[in-house]
């Protein structure tokens, strides 16, 4: 591999994970193609503007476009190294889909040459990487694949999966520790070399089924703990309990540390890659399928709770606030919040107002119900039923004064001054 600047670096997937990849290694001064079967967002990148938001991706993108070491294609193109970052969803059954991977590494396989490496960073299920070592032995018998052939291979294939944080993607692309794994210790080593490029923190090796089933384990762990914070708070609207309150006691003990309840579990990650583990092995995965199970269920339990709030005013306008999966950011994949809306819209249709910062627009589904997109000043103004379902800090912001004669379903925790104050011709108890 080559280590100076004339390093050629492909990126295959210019998403929410393969764009900002491609900037941090176009920084370093590597000549990079980022490739993306959707033309405009090749248009947007190439005129130096991001498709996505992201804390800095802005100004980092155009300065590489502006330098020349970033530029966007929908065609590939000959490479040293090729970064696979291309989407895993999960199918019927919540099976897993790899075969927008396979078809980046067919694509991959049109231009490779002695010396290159291919390297997975897509979340994927345990035997994915073996999978693209295969097809590319069978696409290109030209060439010797590590594990398909004898002696010393002509490429090296690795996986590698990312660890960030939506809102700090270019920071925790840098300074995480990241998992190496090589289809050999050989393709291992290589792909070491290419990350310690732009990684500052430790880059472990290990194979590459063992760097599979590690990302799938870590947002399995989150998963689960998630779970437990999610059931304890159906446990504790049933008591009339304020679990807010139990859960920050809780963890003043010494190695308590539970995380917080939602209307659910969102985003790409942690809502689909414990369906991984399960469909490798359903028998012996009861626990991780019974926190998928929970977390899915609570979005049922969130509009039920909704519901029962919104019953009190027939009439009223009620504001939903957010839709992305999490604070801060522009990312609906998966997210539990939109769900939320779009049920109540499909019910209540234009009583139904959408809060959402990060949007100029609103999704289709939406639309076609009737439900309006406002800012939060708006709906203050006009909506006496408050949703909570994103912590979004605008949210955060509003003080007690615009807010205390509300009737508010705060699921995310954000308001806990607020007074749980209903009509007196109800019981109805509120979460808050």
Same mark, same amino acid.
């Given at each position: 591999?080559?280590?100076?600047?004339?390093?050629?670096?492909?990126?295959?997937?210019?998403?929410?994970?393969?764009?900002?990849?491609?900037?941090?290694?176009?920084?370093?001064?590597?000549?990079?193609?980022?490739?993306?079967?959707?033309?405009?967002?090749?248009?947007?990148?190439?005129?130096?503007?991001?498709?996505?938001?992201? *804390?800095?991706?802005?100004?980092?993108?155009?300065?590489?476009?502006?330098?020349?070491?970033?530029?966007?294609?929908?065609?590939?193109?000959?490479?040293?190294?090729?970064?696979?970052?291309?989407?895993?969803?999960?199918?019927?059954?919540?099976?897993?889909?790899?075969? /927008?991977?396979?078809?980046?590494? !067919?694509?991959?396989?049109?231009?490779?040459?002695?010396?290159?490496? $291919?390297?997975?960073?897509?979340?994927?299920?345990?035997?994915?990487?073996?999978?693209?070592?295969?097809?590319?032995?069978?696409?290109?018998?030209?060439?010797?694949?590590?594990?398909?052939?004898?002696?010393?291979?002509?490429?090296?294939?690795? /996986?590698? =999966?990312?660890? $960030?944080?939506?809102?700090?993607?270019?920071?925790?692309?840098?300074? #995480?520790?990241?998992?190496?794994?090589?289809?050999?210790?050989?393709?291992? @080593?290589?792909? &070491?070399?290419? /990350?310690?490029?732009?990684?500052?923190?430790?880059?472990?090796?290990?194979?590459?089924?063992?760097?599979?089933?590690?990302?799938? !384990?870590?947002?399995?762990?989150?998963?689960?703990?998630?779970?437990? %914070?999610?059931?304890?708070?159906?446990?504790?609207?049933?008591?009339?309990?304020?679990?807010?309150?139990?859960?920050?006691?809780?963890?003043?003990?010494?190695?308590?540390?539970?995380?917080?309840?939602?209307?659910? $579990?969102?985003?790409?990650?942690?809502? *689909?890659? +414990?369906?991984?583990?399960?469909?490798?092995?359903?028998?012996?995965?009861?626990?991780?399928?019974?926190?998928?199970?929970?977390?899915?269920?609570?979005?049922?339990?969130?509009?039920?709770?909704?519901?029962?709030?919104?019953?009190?005013? +027939?009439?009223? =306008?009620?504001?939903?606030?957010?839709?992305?999966?999490?604070?801060?950011?522009?990312?609906?994949?998966?997210?539990?919040?939109?769900?939320?809306?779009?049920?109540?819209?499909?019910?209540?249709?234009?009583?139904?107002?959408?809060?959402?910062? /990060?949007?100029?627009?609103?999704?289709? %589904? &939406?639309?076609?119900?009737?439900?309006?997109?406002?800012?939060?000043? #708006?709906?203050?103004?006009?909506?006496?039923?408050?949703?909570?379902?994103?912590?979004?800090?605008?949210?955060?912001? *509003?003080?007690?004064?615009?807010?205390?004669?509300?009737? $508010?379903?705060?699921?995310?925790?954000?308001?806990?001054?607020?007074?749980? @104050?209903?009509?007196?011709?109800?019981?109805?108890?509120?979460?808050?």
């Amino acid at each position: 591999m080559d280590s100076g600047s004339e390093l050629k670096v492909a990126v295959l997937g210019l998403g929410y994970i393969g764009l900002p990849t491609a900037a941090v290694i176009a920084r370093t001064g590597a000549m990079v193609l980022g490739i993306d079967v959707h033309q405009s967002v090749v248009d947007t990148i190439n005129a130096g503007k991001v498709h996505i938001e992201e *804390v800095d991706l802005d100004g980092l993108v155009s300065g590489v476009i502006a330098r020349g070491t970033l530029r966007a294609s929908a065609q590939i193109e000959p490479s040293d190294v090729f970064v696979i970052a291309v989407p895993t969803p999960f199918g019927e059954n919540h099976a897993p889909n790899i075969g /927008y991977v396979l078809q980046a590494a !067919t694509t991959v396989a049109t231009v490779l040459k002695v010396g290159d490496t $291919v390297i997975l960073e897509s979340t994927s299920p345990v035997g994915t990487t073996d999978k693209v070592a295969e097809l590319l032995a069978r696409l290109r018998p030209d060439l010797k694949v590590p594990g398909h052939c004898i002696g010393t291979a002509d490429l090296a294939i690795a /996986y590698c =999966p990312e660890r $960030v944080l939506p809102g700090r993607i270019l920071v925790e692309l840098i300074e #995480n520790d990241r998992v190496v794994g090589g289809i050999t210790p050989r393709c291992a @080593r290589k792909a &070491l070399q290419f /990350y310690r490029r732009f990684v500052r923190g430790a880059c472990v090796t290990t194979s590459a089924k063992a760097a599979e089933m590690t990302k799938l !384990t870590e947002n399995a762990f989150r998963d689960v703990n998630i779970a437990f %914070a999610n059931e304890l708070s159906i446990v504790a609207d049933g008591m009339n309990i304020d679990i807010w309150e139990v859960i920050r006691l809780a963890n003043r003990h010494p190695r308590v540390n539970i995380l917080s309840p939602g209307p659910g $579990v969102g985003g790409h990650c942690i809502a *689909v890659d +414990p369906w991984f583990l399960v469909a490798a092995d359903r028998e012996h995965t009861p626990l991780i399928r019974t926190a998928r199970e929970v977390n899915d269920g609570k979005v049922d339990y969130t509009v039920d709770r909704a519901e029962a709030l919104i019953a009190v005013l +027939p009439n009223a =306008p009620v504001a939903c606030l957010g839709l992305a999966f999490k604070a801060n950011i522009d990312d609906f994949r998966e997210s539990p919040a939109l769900h939320v809306a779009q049920e109540l819209a499909a019910r209540h249709g234009a009583r139904i107002k959408i809060v959402e910062p /990060y949007a100029t627009e609103l999704p289709d %589904a &939406l639309v076609t119900t009737g439900a309006q997109l406002v800012d939060i000043d #708006n709906a203050i103004e006009t909506c006496p039923i408050m949703i909570v379902l994103v912590d979004h800090d605008v949210f955060r912001s *509003v003080p007690l004064a615009e807010r205390a004669d509300k009737l $508010v379903y705060d699921t995310r925790g954000i308001w806990p001054d607020q007074p749980a @104050r209903l009509p007196a011709t109800t019981s109805l108890r509120l979460i808050r």
